[in-house]
């Protein structure tokens, strides 16, 4: 029973299928929340753009035979889905060069490991793991890759203060891998950290890796030019550019025909997504983008991130509010609730603008879900501060956050101007006071969704039980529900009434 003829049947849209708003029990405050909480950090699992549940996770191709292949690879990766994404970029590099991937890193030729440096801690994580490899190196005389951003930052000292480290290749130069493995493969040590004004990759078919098969991730543009003051992604990832529109297009085209049925697109600011289609004189924006990808099949949905809330435009609004396949949810990440910290961050918009956008978002979309990212502690940031946070998310509400106590990174602009002041108890606090209360939001926020109709996409079975779907709502919301006698498969979309809810699952059951 697939999504069409579930139209047909209940003649519901994305606005209708919203009505009633019962309150969970009471107990259910109590549930289980399926947050993961580490070292004060939490992300939450329901969003797969920062699902920590896949850091260092070993990937293995969907879609290619590793046996037909000479040598094997093995490749772990950390951070954003932007790290993920350039996984399967590198997968197709080594493929074309007779490297097959393995998930058993004792019985690969090459270990690489993609990188994050945007805390410290993600850093330390990475670090550690290096070190497992030890043995099997000597063992094997396997080869070690470090890829991405703490290859970008740290260069060649990695080679010296790992001893372990053969290759070192920053997130723009993934094309040379071929010839620098040539080089490690003498012994030699392969160093490339050249950052570049238009790489895109644009051409290169991504091998999915370790997919569903019904989700996939499409990159649209590389680095960041925001220069907020906090951040380390300008100097790993450099400057920003928009990959061409036609191969965005085609890429997405390509995993509709394959049966994939969402596609997320990806950038660190996506709203300043800018292409010249020279052949048609034509500029084409993020909301034209977005559109040219809704329109390849209504069965195709389209997810986005990160937007940064000083560039989402109202022509991105109204081009999510008409097309019924664009996902109706917006991560805007805020970072601080206070004007003052939000000058000193350089985010280039105050409270109030903030607010505003909100509030503009809101009106346009009054059903839409929404996210964001806040970082507690930064320099300077003072109990008047931190409240603003604090009340900021008591505004919004938000259905998701991702929540973190600042993390001094060498080099960016706040390491070189500000001092990193508030102690690290103080930090940890607030983080947990912002966390407990977005626990509230986050709870309500599922409970709201009680005792509704939604449009579910089934990305597969339940974790738990065979007998079970498993999939997700426009919002970005997993649902479990049992399968019963109908014939479905995953990438159907089917009509799902949800009778209850944990903080991070709703329950339901399938309407007919
Ligand atoms: N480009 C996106 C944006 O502007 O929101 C995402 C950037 S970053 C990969 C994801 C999040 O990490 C940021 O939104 C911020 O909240 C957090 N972050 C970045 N640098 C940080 C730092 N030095 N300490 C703590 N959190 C940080
Ligand atoms: Fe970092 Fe700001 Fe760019 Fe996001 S927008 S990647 S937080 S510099």
Request: charged residues 30%.
């Amino acid at each position: 029973m697939v999504w069409d003829r579930m139209l047909q049947n209940k003649g519901l849209s994305k606005y209708n299928s919203v009505n009633i708003l019962p309150i969970c029990q009471l107990h259910l405050f109590f549930a289980i929340f399926a947050h993961l909480i580490q070292a004060m950090e939490i992300l939450d699992i329901q969003n797969k753009v920062h699902d920590e549940s896949k850091q260092g996770e070993a990937y293995s191709p969907f879609e290619l035979d590793a046996n037909q292949y000479k040598k094997r690879f093995y490749i772990e990766s950390y951070g954003c889905a932007m790290n993920f994404s350039d996984s399967e970029i590198v997968a197709s590099i080594l493929n074309d060069e007779g490297f097959g991937a393995t998930k058993n890193f004792e019985e690969a030729d090459l270990i690489l490991i993609n990188t994050c440096s945007i805390r410290e801690k993600a850093e330390l994580t990475i670090r550690k793991r290096l070190t497992e490899f030890r043995a099997t190196k000597k063992k094997n005389g396997t080869l070690i890759g470090v890829l991405g951003c703490m290859a970008e930052r740290l260069k060649a000292k990695l080679l010296e203060e790992e001893k372990l480290v053969d290759l070192v290749i920053g997130p723009d130069a993934y094309r040379s891998l071929p010839g620098l493995i040539e080089e490690a493969e003498t012994g030699q040590k392969g160093v490339n950290v050249l950052l570049s004004r238009d790489e895109t990759y644009a051409d290169i078919s991504p091998v999915r890796l370790n997919s569903n098969g019904v989700t996939a991730f499409v990159s649209i543009m590389r680095g960041c030019n925001n220069m907020c003051s906090f951040c380390v992604v300008p100097f790993t990832r450099g400057r920003e550019r928009s990959r061409d529109a036609y191969s965005i297009v085609a890429e997405a085209k390509d995993l509709f025909d394959k049966g994939y049925r969402e596609v997320t697109l990806l950038g660190q600011n996506v709203d300043s997504y800018y292409w010249m289609d020279e052949k048609k004189d034509e500029i084409v924006t993020f909301a034209k983008l977005m559109e040219k990808v809704a329109l390849i099949s209504p069965l195709l949905r389209v997810r986005f991130s990160t937007s940064h809330p000083k560039d989402i435009t109202d022509e991105v609004l109204f081009t999510i509010a008409k097309y019924e396949n664009i996902c109706n949810y917006i991560h805007l990440p805020v970072q601080s609730g206070s004007s003052r910290v939000l000058q000193l961050m350089n985010r280039t918009y105050t409270r109030e603008w903030y607010i505003a956008k909100v509030n503009r978002i809101r009106e346009i979309l009054p059903t839409a879900g929404l996210s964001t990212d806040i970082i507690t502690g930064f320099c300077t940031e003072t109990e008047e501060d931190h409240q603003d946070s604090y009340t900021l998310m008591e505004y919004c509400k938000y259905d998701l956050a991702y929540m973190y106590f600042y993390s001094e990174r060498p080099g960016t602009l706040a390491a070189k101007r500000y001092e990193d002041d508030v102690p690290e108890d103080v930090k940890k606090r607030r983080l947990q006071e912002i966390i407990d209360l977005h626990r509230i939001h986050s709870l309500e926020s599922m409970q709201r969704d009680v005792n509704k109709a939604f449009k579910v996409l089934i990305e597969g079975n339940s974790k738990k039980s065979d007998e079970h779907w498993f999939g997700r709502t426009d919002h970005n919301k997993v649902v479990i529900f049992p399968k019963e006698n109908y014939n479905l498969n995953k990438g159907d979309y089917v009509n799902v009434f949800v009778k209850e809810c944990t903080a991070g699952t709703l329950l339901g059951t399938i309407e007919n």
